[in-house]
């Protein structure tokens, strides 16, 4: 009989596979298979080359999404009749059947797979291998397919099957069976690249799914020739949207029935690639696949998926899943970074022949957004790649004058400054302030804002003197170009007093503070999140003031309005409860504090897991606060406010004026547990791991105490010592290593002597 061959678009590369998984509801897979192959092979003009694979022996179905008959020959007969060639090269090619790949890629190339593959779309390049001739004996001929012997006689035949089909096709999209089964570990462990895992609202699908990836990854990681990456896309199906608490209880949990699927899926993400922070914020905001009458029945979705396109679609939903999908993007970054590296790669790949004013010139705004994006998120040596590579391109086409060119170059010196390279930014901000008086003039906002970020850094350089002196002639020239109410205005105002905060000249910072609060709450609101940030910033002035009172009063008043606008676990509140919690400390409020660190470790519990690092350090962080004090900070008095250092041998909470029944609860919170410590240990190495230098050293310097305390173990401050000096020889701070040098040898010394009056 003739065959008709296939001919398909040529591809530059091998492609993936993708195989889409779920522990339960073998439709809803099927339907995210199908309609994403639809997209997919639409691709490039409908040039995109894709297989589909029915691997769903039990309950096969994919055809019926595209019409296709079940006539024709399909999986069970194209492993059957790789068997069978297998045996024959077995029994006559002894040499060949000792070298698996090599004898898999034998089988591979004397059987012909065309015969068992069917194009089930005239429209685009779309194909699929069903899971078999669907006559009397197909249930006998599936049942009685041995997939662990196929394996058994030749472990290298399904990877390389996988491999075989990918230098033909562009994506390879398998739909593996339900549950657990022999041939679910082929699909998911042995053939892809990329698995897409469905789970629905239940604690067993959810489990169920978890089990079986972090199987396919264990297998991989112990075995040599299966060490492969393999990216893997959680993705919760059957959601009911018109359901908004249920929803979100499932997704992020409640205090009655724990932990929701994010965090299970964080848990599953960090422990599987090794990462030790990662957020699904962004990718489960966008990827949900809701409950409709079309999912749950499993209709023909595949061929509308093109023509819905509102957003409340479930192509919409599809579409957006692949842009982390096709391209391969982990599911921890977010879709804004996904989407600006689509148009920077894109970009690139228009200009690959030389550089062009019509792509180049939006690749540098696409690259300066990322770059943005990059520093918020502390990705300090990606965002200065993409910041250098934004002013390069904007220089070379725009002019070094453009506007554009400059607002590269501020970000790249805010970068500069946020990693603690002060004077390299200096000299930027220095440049771009002559280039805007030369350009717009004095009055300018651009350059009233650049000389801004100069007195700033000028006070991160600790010159106060010339920061204030250049902050008082910013905050004149805003009130003359806007008015004194003007929130630039009060935005400078608001500056120039924290530089006065930080220059110790704190009653001048509380009236500056007072005054940009009043206009702020009068322009803005008394809860606008600019006036709140203020409030709070006043709050911490008050405090260093001794004015604790008052200060405690105007905290309270911003947690009350953060939980009551942002909720109680929003970074905002929980910052706004630290702060109140260090007041209460200064004010030996024991109850007070212990009922906040309390409310934090519920918030952080809520948000990070059971028993999340955050947690575990907040209950302690009383002690560790009031060890602060004992050696630099202000200590409590039995009536709250100051009191003078020579009081505080014992520490504030030891001293002879406070009640002992207030100092007992001070002493069991101090205990010894190191837990808080190593925490802190294990975020500097991971500074250190990712570059983040400013923030390690930042980090280190507030260590340098601590580690060298006699209450800390051996092995704590081996370890601290050795990530400190590392912080310090990677920056080049020879005065630093020397003085932390200096410090253990001063504390083994007082150790020594110590052991000796004992």
Same mark, same amino acid.
């Given at each position: 009989?003739?065959?008709?061959?296939?001919?398909?678009?040529?591809?530059?590369?091998?492609?993936?596979? %993708?195989?889409?998984?779920?522990?339960?509801?073998?439709?809803?897979?099927?339907?995210?298979?199908?309609?994403?192959?639809?997209?997919?092979?639409?691709?490039?003009?409908?040039?995109?080359?894709?297989?589909?694979?029915?691997?769903?022996?039990?309950?096969? /179905?994919?055809?019926?999404?595209?019409?296709?008959?079940?006539?024709?020959?399909?999986?069970?007969?194209?492993?059957?009749?790789?068997?069978?060639?297998?045996?024959? *090269?077995?029994?006559?090619?002894?040499?060949?059947?000792?070298?698996?790949?090599?004898?898999?890629?034998?089988?591979?190339?004397?059987?012909?797979?065309?015969?068992?593959?069917?194009?089930?779309?005239?429209?685009?390049?779309?194909?699929?291998?069903?899971?078999?001739?669907?006559?009397?004996?197909?249930?006998?001929?599936?049942?009685?397919?041995?997939?662990?012997?196929?394996?058994?006689?030749?472990?290298?035949?399904?990877?390389?099957?996988?491999?075989?089909?990918?230098?033909?096709?562009?994506?390879?999209?398998?739909?593996?069976?339900?549950?657990?089964?022999?041939?679910?570990?082929?699909? %998911?462990?042995?053939?892809?690249?990329?698995?897409?895992?469905?789970?629905?609202?239940?604690?067993?699908?959810?489990?169920?799914?978890?089990?079986?990836?972090?199987?396919?990854?264990?297998?991989?990681?112990?075995?040599?020739?299966?060490?492969?990456?393999?990216?893997?896309?959680?993705?919760?199906?059957?959601?009911?949207?018109?359901?908004?608490?249920?929803?979100?209880?499932?997704?992020?949990?409640?205090?009655?029935?724990?932990?929701?699927?994010?965090?299970?899926?964080?848990?599953?993400?960090?422990?599987?690639?090794?990462?030790?922070?990662?957020?699904?914020?962004?990718? *489960?905001?966008?990827?949900?696949?809701?409950?409709?009458?079309?999912?749950?029945?499993?209709?023909?979705?595949?061929?509308?998926?093109?023509?819905?396109?509102?957003?409340?679609?479930?192509?919409? %939903?599809?579409?957006?899943?692949?842009?982390?999908?096709?391209?391969?993007?982990?599911?921890?970054?977010?879709?804004?970074?996904?989407?600006?590296?689509?148009?920077?790669?894109?970009?690139?790949?228009?200009?690959?022949?030389?550089?062009?004013?019509?792509?180049?010139?939006?690749?540098?705004?696409?690259?300066?957004?990322?770059?943005?994006?990059?520093?918020?998120?502390?990705?300090?040596?990606?965002?200065?790649?993409?910041?250098?590579?934004?002013?390069?391109?904007?220089?070379?086409?725009?002019?070094?004058?453009?506007?554009?060119?400059?607002?590269?170059?501020?970000?790249?010196?805010?970068?500069?400054?946020?990693?603690?390279?002060?004077?390299?930014?200096?000299?930027?901000?220095?440049?771009?302030?002559?280039?805007?008086?030369?350009?717009?003039?004095?009055?300018?906002?651009?350059?009233?804002?650049?000389?801004?970020?100069?007195?700033?850094?000028?006070?991160?350089?600790?010159?106060?003197?010339?920061?204030?002196?250049?902050?008082?002639?910013?905050?004149?020239?805003?009130?003359?170009?806007?008015?004194?109410?003007?929130?630039?205005?009060?935005?400078?105002?608001?500056?120039?007093?924290? %530089?006065?905060?930080?220059?110790?000249?704190?009653?001048?910072?509380?009236?500056?503070?007072?005054?940009?609060?009043?206009?702020?709450?009068?322009?803005?609101?008394?809860?606008?999140?600019?006036?709140?940030?203020?409030?709070?910033?006043?709050?911490?002035?008050?405090?260093?003031?001794?004015?604790?009172?008052?200060?405690?009063?105007?905290?309270?008043?911003?947690?009350?309005?953060?939980?009551?606008?942002?909720?109680?676990?929003?970074?905002?509140?929980?910052?706004?409860?630290?702060?109140?919690?260090?007041?209460?400390?200064?004010?030996?409020?024991?109850?007070?504090?212990?009922?906040?660190?309390?409310?934090?470790?519920?918030?952080?519990?809520?948000?990070?897991?059971?028993?999340?690092?955050?947690?575990?350090?907040?209950?302690?962080?009383?002690?560790?606060?009031?060890?602060?004090?004992?050696?630099?900070?202000?200590?409590?008095?039995?009536?709250?406010?100051?009191?003078?250092?020579?009081?505080?041998?014992?520490?504030?909470?030891?001293?002879?004026?406070?009640?002992?029944?207030?100092?007992?609860?001070?002493?069991?919170?101090?205990?010894?547990?190191?837990?808080?410590?190593?925490?802190?240990?294990?975020?500097?190495?991971?500074?250190?791991?990712?570059?983040?230098?400013?923030?390690?050293?930042?980090?280190?310097?507030?260590?340098?105490?601590?580690?060298?305390?006699?209450?800390?173990?051996?092995?704590?401050?081996?370890? /601290?010592?050795?990530?400190?000096?590392?912080?310090?020889?990677?920056?080049?701070?020879?005065?630093?290593?020397?003085?932390?040098?200096?410090?253990?040898?001063?504390?083994?010394?007082?150790?020594?002597?110590?052991?000796?009056?004992?």
């Amino acid at each position: 009989m003739e065959i008709n061959r296939i001919t398909l678009p040529p591809i530059p590369a091998p492609g993936d596979v %993708t195989t889409f998984y779920s522990f339960e509801s073998g439709t809803a897979r099927s339907s995210a298979l199908a309609n994403m192959a639809v997209l997919l092979a639409g691709g490039n003009n409908a040039t995109v080359p894709v297989l589909m694979i029915d691997w769903d022996t039990e309950s096969p /179905g994919l055809h019926h999404a595209f019409g296709a008959g079940g006539d024709g020959p399909g999986l069970l007969e194209y492993f059957a009749a790789l068997k069978e060639h297998l045996e024959m *090269l077995v029994r006559s090619q002894a040499e060949c059947a000792r070298d698996d790949e090599r004898l898999a890629r034998a089988v591979l190339e004397a059987v012909d797979w065309e015969p068992f593959v069917a194009r089930v779309d005239q429209s685009r390049p779309l194909y699929l291998m069903r899971a078999g001739r669907f006559d009397g004996s197909y249930g006998e001929r599936a049942g009685a397919m041995d997939w662990d012997g196929l394996f058994a006689a030749c472990p290298a035949l399904f990877r390389c099957f996988g491999e075989h089909m990918a230098r033909r096709f562009r994506h390879v999209m398998v739909d593996a069976r339900s549950g657990r089964s022999a041939a679910v570990s082929i699909c %998911t462990t042995l053939l892809p690249r990329k698995l897409v895992a469905l789970f629905t609202p239940n604690q067993r699908s959810l489990e169920g799914m978890c089990g079986v990836v972090n199987r396919a990854i264990e297998y991989r990681c112990s075995h040599e020739d299966e060490q492969r990456p393999l990216l893997v896309y959680p993705v919760p199906c059957s959601i009911d949207s018109a359901d908004c608490e249920r929803r979100l209880q499932w997704r992020r949990g409640d205090a009655v029935k724990g932990g929701g699927y994010q965090r299970a899926l964080e848990k599953l993400l960090r422990e599987a690639y090794g990462v030790s922070r990662i957020s699904l914020d962004s990718y *489960l905001d966008e990827v949900q696949l809701q409950q409709t009458n079309a999912m749950a029945s499993g209709e023909t979705l595949a061929e509308c998926a093109g023509r819905e396109g509102d957003r409340f679609s479930l192509a919409r %939903t599809f579409e957006t899943l692949l842009d982390w999908v096709a391209d391969g993007h982990f599911p921890w970054q977010s879709h804004a970074e996904v989407g600006l590296l689509g148009r920077v790669g894109v970009a690139r790949a228009l200009s690959a022949d030389g550089i062009s004013t019509a792509v180049s010139v939006p690749l540098a705004g696409d690259l300066r957004r990322l770059g943005e994006l990059y520093r918020r998120q502390g990705r300090e040596r990606q965002a200065q790649e993409c910041f250098k590579e934004s002013t390069d391109l904007r220089e070379r086409l725009l002019g070094p004058d453009h506007a554009d060119t400059r607002a590269s170059r501020a970000s790249l010196a805010g970068l500069l400054r946020q990693t603690g390279k002060l004077h390299e930014a200096k000299f930027l901000y220095e440049l771009l302030e002559q280039d805007c008086l030369r350009l717009l003039g004095a009055g300018h906002p651009e350059t009233l804002a650049v000389r801004g970020e100069l007195a700033a850094t000028l006070a991160d350089l600790n010159d106060f003197a010339a920061a204030l002196e250049l902050h008082e002639e910013l905050g004149a020239a805003w009130e003359r170009r806007f008015g004194p109410d003007h929130a630039m205005t009060l935005a400078s105002l608001d500056a120039q007093a924290g %530089t006065l905060a930080r220059a110790g000249k704190l009653t001048l910072a509380r009236m500056k503070y007072e005054r940009v609060l009043i206009g702020r709450e009068r322009l803005l609101g008394a809860e606008h999140d600019d006036t709140l940030r203020c409030t709070q910033q006043l709050a911490l002035v008050l405090r260093r003031l001794g004015d604790l009172a008052n200060g405690r009063k105007l905290q309270e008043g911003v947690v009350r309005a953060r939980e009551r606008h942002a909720g109680a676990d929003h970074p905002d509140t929980l910052q706004a409860l630290e702060a109140l919690a260090d007041i209460l400390a200064d004010q030996c409020d024991v109850k007070g504090v212990q009922e906040v660190d309390a409310a934090l470790a519920r918030s952080y519990r809520r948000r990070f897991g059971v028993e999340p690092p955050q947690a575990a350090s907040v209950e302690r962080r009383l002690a560790a606060r009031l060890g602060q004090q004992d050696e630099s900070g202000p200590a409590c008095a039995q009536g709250g406010g100051p009191r003078p250092q020579a009081a505080l041998s014992a520490g504030p909470h030891e001293a002879e004026s406070v009640p002992a029944a207030m100092r007992q609860p001070f002493r069991e919170l101090r205990g010894a547990d190191p837990d808080s410590l190593e925490l802190r240990l294990a975020e500097l190495e991971h500074l250190i791991d990712n570059q983040r230098d400013a923030e390690a050293r930042e980090l280190a310097d507030s260590l340098g105490k601590i580690v060298l305390r006699p209450s800390v173990a051996p092995h704590l401050r081996r370890r /601290g010592g050795a990530l400190i000096r590392q912080v310090y020889d990677m920056q080049g701070d020879k005065d630093a290593r020397i003085a932390y040098g200096e410090a253990e040898v001063a504390s083994l010394e007082g150790a020594l002597m110590e052991a000796k009056g004992g």
